[in-house]
């Protein structure tokens, strides 16, 4: 079975522009997580999308968003772009076939890297 | 706030020797724990889990942790490192009993091993 794929791997942009990441979750699985990854903050939550709908958000301003589709494929989207946008954007995905509480396991992709100047 | 602490940001070991990572957490309730691990440019793999029960848990290449509550610890541990070791690794905690996927994860502990 395929594993978490991330689109593009690596990405620069400058101040002000927007950007558009995406994430194909495992076959099957239903929930997907973002997180940002930097020197500074380390990993931190950025949202869940479970069924087409956020389910849970970190504390992250409004700039980030972020969806998913029908087929569990997920986007975020980063808009306005600052200097401390930078970072490894990881995706994570999850089975979620009962409760929906994390008991399952989140697999994660191998992430976008985006470089912001 | 819940929140995971890992006290030490960079460990180097001689291959062959035991490895002892460490990883605190703070939470009210029986937390949810994880330990996580990336290898450069790659992303997170998980090692172990742990949600109840057993408090000795059993992970993939050789990790095994232990849930300490008396002492609000997940320490995982090698009992004799190999140079494929040398990661990042991270400690996580999940949110309760909120549904939902989302971890709080600590700043990580990067290990080196010697020859």
């Known amino acids: 079975k395929a594993g978490v794929t991330q689109t593009p791997r690596y990405l620069i942009k400058t101040r002000g522009q927007q950007v558009t990441l995406s994430c194909s979750p495992i076959s099957g699985h239903r929930s997907v997580s973002w997180y940002q990854q930097t020197p500074g903050q380390g990993l931190q939550f950025l949202f869940e999308?479970?069924?087409?709908?956020?389910?849970n958000k970190g504390n992250f301003p409004g700039r980030f968003s972020g969806r998913q589709f029908s087929n569990s494929r997920s986007e975020m989207n980063v808009s306005t772009l600052e200097l401390g946008d930078s970072a490894l954007y990881l995706c994570a995905s999850s089975l979620v076939a009962g409760g929906g509480l994390f008991t399952d396991t989140q697999y994660f992709g191998p992430g976008t890297r985006l470089t912001v100047l | 706030a819940q929140s995971v602490t890992q006290p030490d940001i960079h460990i180097t070991v001689s291959e062959g020797a035991s490895l002892e990572l460490r990883c605190n957490y703070s939470y009210g309730a029986t937390p949810y724990l994880f330990w996580y691990v990336q290898s450069p440019g790659q992303g997170l793999q998980l090692l172990l889990k742990y949600f109840s029960g057993d408090t000795l848990v059993q992970g993939i290449k050789g990790f095994e942790a232990e849930f300490k509550r008396s002492q609000s610890s997940f320490n995982l541990r090698k009992p004799s490192v190999h140079w494929s070791d040398a990661a990042e690794y991270f400690c996580a905690s999940g949110r309760g009993n909120q549904a939902g996927t989302a971890l709080i994860f600590g700043k990580g502990t990067t290990l080196s091993v010697s020859s």
């Open positions: 999308y479970f069924s087409e709908t956020q389910r």
